[in-house]
């Protein structure tokens, strides 16, 4: 069992910076797929990043491109999404999901375990 905590989300104003952190305990992150997806009222859950298991392979939305950077700390066993140039858009609860074996990187049904969200809300 992989138990993920979001933290880091908060309310911001547009063109700020956000970095949001997703830590387990009693498992090594980097031995999983870990993606950061989002989720808004009346929308499925959107696929932002993702990052290969033992590697800092990493993919992303087209709309968070340049603007946003997932990276590892491997030291503090956690995966970090550094959100640049926020935009109102960009409101939402922010999700982790980890999973070990996986085929379709974007497709949230293809993760496992999720923790339990971080709200970012970027005003105009």
């Known amino acids: 069992q992989v138990q993920l905590a979001e933290s880091g989300g908060v309310m911001v104003q547009a063109g700020a910076s956000l970095r949001l952190s997703c830590a387990t305990s009693g498992r090594t992150l980097s031995n999983y797929f870990v993606g950061w997806f989002r989720h808004t009222p009346g929308k499925d859950r959107e696929f932002v990043a993702g990052i290969r298991r033992n590697s800092d392979n990493s993919t992303y939305a087209d709309n968070v491109k340049g603007r946003f950077t997932i990276s590892r700390d491997s030291a503090k066993n956690t995966v970090l999404l550094q959100m640049n140039s926020l935009r109102p858009e960009d409101t939402a609860v922010y999700y982790c999901?980890?999973?070990?074996?996986?085929?379709?990187?974007?497709?949230?049904?293809?993760?496992?375990?999720w923790g339990q969200g971080t709200q970012v809300t970027v005003s105009s």
């Open positions: 999901g980890a999973e070990q074996s996986i085929l379709q990187f974007t497709n949230p049904n293809a993760y496992s375990y």
